[in-house]
């Protein structure tokens, strides 16, 4: 079964340091996402994106997020400058058409 | 999107079957029943969704009311693995470039030998 590939699965950065999250949709999947899960909180949109530009993003993706589909397969999620209440999970899910998501295994990133 | 109630957390026996249910009394007539799993702290996982007709695929089973202001989503012979959060999503279909998913607490699950 196809899957959603994220990397690295588990990340520590310095306060102050850039991190670039990185995920590989489904291959014929148009819509891509990311989401955080912070500990112990709910799962929280941050940005969608389709056709090569964000069709919309939270009141979380501030200008400190961005993020890039650079070669038609990976699709990142930068944080420029980290902060401590950036630790979270990262899951990046993609999908096709009006059917379910398909979600990667996530990316824990852990600023100190 | 319509709001969704959930119970917090529910037990289930091994091999019985968990009935998972979910109130949204404010759905429209255009938004469907959507229900995703999450396996610790795994990405969600896509159970199965519905309009208003019964739907059933190899995972669950997804019974919606008449009036379609709630439904049970049911995993016929719960295993161990099947522990996690359920989360019950009413949103309309994927028709825009955005779809993304509002989540709840959803159901924490919690099925026991």
């Known amino acids: 079964e196809p899957e959603v590939t994220q990397t690295p699965s588990h990340q520590v950065t310095q306060m102050g340091q850039e991190v670039i999250l990185r995920c590989v949709p489904i291959?014929?999947?148009?819509?891509f996402y990311w989401y955080r899960q912070i500990l112990g909180q709910k799962v929280e949109f941050l940005v969608s994106f389709y056709n090569n530009e964000i069709s919309e993003k939270s009141e979380i993706f501030d200008d400190q997020f961005s993020v890039e589909r650079p070669d038609g397969s990976n699709f990142t999620l930068k944080i420029r400058s980290t902060k401590l209440e950036d630790s979270a999970m990262y899951f990046c899910?993609?999908?096709?058409?009006?059917?379910?998501?398909?979600f990667g295994s996530g990316t824990r990133l852990t600023v100190v | 999107d319509a709001k969704t109630t959930q119970p917090p957390s529910m037990d289930c026996a091994e091999g019985r079957a968990a009935n998972l249910p979910c109130n949204h009394s404010t759905i429209s007539g255009n938004e469907y029943v959507y229900w995703y799993r999450q396996i610790h702290s795994q990405g969600p996982q896509y159970i199965i969704h519905?309009?208003?007709n019964n739907e059933t695929n190899e995972m669950a089973s997804l019974i919606i009311t008449e009036d379609r202001k709630s439904s049970t989503l049911i995993l016929p012979h719960a295993t161990l693995r099947d522990t996690a959060v359920y989360y019950c999503?009413?949103?309309?279909?994927?028709?825009?470039?955005?779809?993304?998913?509002?989540f709840g607490q959803g159901t924490t699950l919690q099925v026991k030998p």
């Open positions: 899910a993609s999908r096709r058409d009006s059917y379910g998501y398909t």
């Open positions: 999503i009413v949103r309309v279909a994927y028709t825009s470039n955005t779809g993304k998913l509002i």
């Open positions: 519905g309009l208003k």
């Open positions: 291959s014929n999947h148009l819509y």
